[in-house]
């Protein structure tokens, strides 16, 4: 019998990103999350392929056509598909709700751990992030794009405005945490520069409560971004969005009810994918909930 390293009994260490990988796609509320929302995005990224009709192309005689063979979830009021409409509209949803989340991770994440990190600038902008999330989120959003106008881009601006200080919060808190630990300590001692620490030591671990909150906020951005549109102060008709969509059909619901259900229903799987996707990721990322478990 040949002999045997030492090597062959020693334990294979993991790398932390496939062990993380391995239990979030052995989590059950992550994947039926990841499903759901992988659905509604693949459908809006293939939006240019997999709809033939123009989207705001009127046909006055074929208004109000229930779902059937020739037209897959039926037509509105003014003749358009409502295909299109809604495929397109999930991908203006998935640009807004992609672009507030930028947004959070560049500017929440920049405020977060300068008011974390460096007490003297702590009051100054926890006040500020105070005001701003003592109003309602949408009433305040309302009332940005009202200032501003309805438009696409103003409307990634308010929702911005509106969500930045709540990832900011979070941010602070951890960096709170963390600069106070021995190895943050250690690196100062040694005479590493504040950015440095910053970069290296302390932002890297505080990712994980900031990747949980950005999940959540692209569920909050295209459910505001729809609530918006259907008030009337988001992206201008007849841009095809969700809350468009629905605005327009809520005057035929008993005569068309198709033209408000089905936005709504691919508005409720993209939220309560991303929901779920949340959930998923802060069971398995936030070390506390791994411990109870």
Avoid: C
Avoid at 9 to 14: D, K, L, Y
Avoid at 118 to 124: E, P, V
């Amino acid at each position: 019998m040949s002999e045997l390293a030492a090597e062959d009994f020693a334990p294979q260490r993991v790398h932390p990103a496939r062990a993380t990988l391995k239990r979030l796609f052995h989590h059950r509320l992550f994947v039926t999350g990841l499903a759901l929302f992988g659905v509604i995005a693949i459908i809006a990224a293939l939006a240019p392929w997999i709809t033939d009709v123009d989207p705001n192309r009127l046909s006055m005689r074929n208004k109000f056509l229930s779902p059937n063979g020739d037209w897959v979830f039926g037509t509105d009021n003014f003749g358009r598909s409502l295909w299109s409409r809604t495929v397109w509209g999930a991908q203006l949803s998935m640009i807004i709700g992609a672009s507030v989340v930028a947004l959070n991770a560049v500017f929440g994440t920049l405020i977060g751990a300068a008011a974390g990190y460096f007490r003297r600038l702590d009051n100054m902008l926890m006040r500020v992030n105070d005001a701003l999330m003592a109003f309602p989120a949408i009433l305040l959003a309302i009332a940005v794009t009202s200032v501003l106008g309805p438009s696409t881009l103003n409307v990634i601006l308010a929702l911005g405005i509106v969500y930045i200080p709540r990832t900011a919060r979070i941010v602070r808190s951890s960096v709170i945490v963390l600069r106070e630990m021995e190895y943050v300590q250690a690196a100062v001692a040694a005479g590493a520069g504040h950015w440095r620490i910053l970069r290296h030591h302390i932002l890297p671990n505080a990712m994980a409560p900031m990747i949980v909150q950005l999940s959540f906020l692209f569920a909050y951005a295209v459910l505001s971004e729809a609530t918006l549109s259907f008030l009337g102060v988001g992206a201008v008709p007849p841009t095809p969005t969700w809350g468009n969509i629905m605005a327009e059909g809520r005057d035929y619901m008993r005569d068309a009810p198709w033209i408000i259900t089905i936005p709504g229903i691919a508005l409720m799987i993209t939220v309560m994918g991303l929901n779920l996707l949340g959930d998923g990721l802060r069971d398995v990322l936030d070390p506390r909930l791994r411990i109870q478990q």
